[in-house]
């Protein structure tokens, strides 16, 4: 069955520090990946996709991420961080079978410090 | 233009009792989705539409649960004889016609959050 395991619960870093934030899926066709953002209060906002091509895909606030086969890794990353980007983040695959429902990893709350 | 909207913003009820939750997608989208969120089991997939065929239910938790789309549009969730359980966060996305093999984006609304005393 379709899985997304995000093994981190809680992540804090400084503001201007780095971040990565894990995903590895479970799906045993090419997948359609995604990371969504959700602020309190929000709904979900979709950071970007990978659905072939480029491995490396940018997406909009400055983040990207990186698809490995291999691995079943799809790794959220963003060079420096906000405070304004203190959010939970989904990573999700995308399930085409099933009527294109996504499949979301437990997601994981980012801290930022100041 | 407009996103996806979802009414009422936040609903309490008694255990037992009826809800219903709406949802108003993007204009042209043809497809829509109900997920709920909640402590414990996180984005759950509950029900899908796309156009005139039959819903996909199989995230449906029980048949207390269904969801009903009229003219293609506005989406209704009713939860019959609630239980505390039932306290999550109903989220409602919709995505555009499909054009071939590609999963369409699907844009979520704010979510109605559900209280079950």
């Known amino acids: 069955a379709q899985s997304v395991t995000q093994p981190d619960i809680h992540i804090t870093v400084s503001e201007g520090a780095s971040l990565e934030l894990r995903c590895n899926y479970s799906?045993?066709?090419?997948?359609?990946l995604f990371w969504y953002v959700q602020s309190p209060g929000q709904g979900l906002q979709l950071l970007l996709k990978?659905?072939?091509?480029?491995?490396l895909v940018q997406g909009i606030k400055g983040f990207e991420a990186e698809f490995k086969r291999s691995q079943s890794s799809f790794n959220l990353r963003k060079p420096s961080v906000h405070w304004s980007d203190a959010a939970e983040y989904f990573c999700?695959?995308?399930?085409?079978?099933?009527?294109?429902?996504?499949?979301f990893g437990a997601g994981t709350i980012l801290r930022v410090k100041s | 233009g407009a996103g996806v909207s979802q009414s009422p913003s936040n609903k309490v009820t008694e255990k037992g009792k009826d809800v219903e939750l709406r949802c108003d997608p993007i204009?042209?989208?043809?497809?829509l989705y109900w997920y709920r969120q909640s402590l414990g089991q996180g984005l759950e997939f509950l029900i899908y539409?796309?156009?005139?065929?039959?819903?996909?239910k199989s995230g449906l938790p029980s048949d207390r649960f269904s969801a009903e789309r009229t003219g293609g549009s506005v989406s209704t969730l009713t939860i019959q004889r609630t239980q505390q359980e039932d306290s999550a966060v109903y989220l409602c996305?919709?995505?555009?016609?499909?054009?071939?093999?590609?999963?369409?984006?699907?844009?979520f609304g704010p979510g109605t959050r559900l209280t079950v005393l």
């Open positions: 996305a919709s995505s555009s016609p499909s054009g071939g093999a590609v999963f369409n984006e699907q844009f």
């Open positions: 799906y045993g066709a090419t997948p359609y």
């Open positions: 990978y659905f072939s091509g480029d491995t």
């Open positions: 999700a695959v995308g399930v085409m079978e099933y009527g294109n429902k996504l499949v």
């Open positions: 204009s042209g989208h043809t497809a």
């Open positions: 539409f796309q156009g005139n065929s039959a819903p996909d």
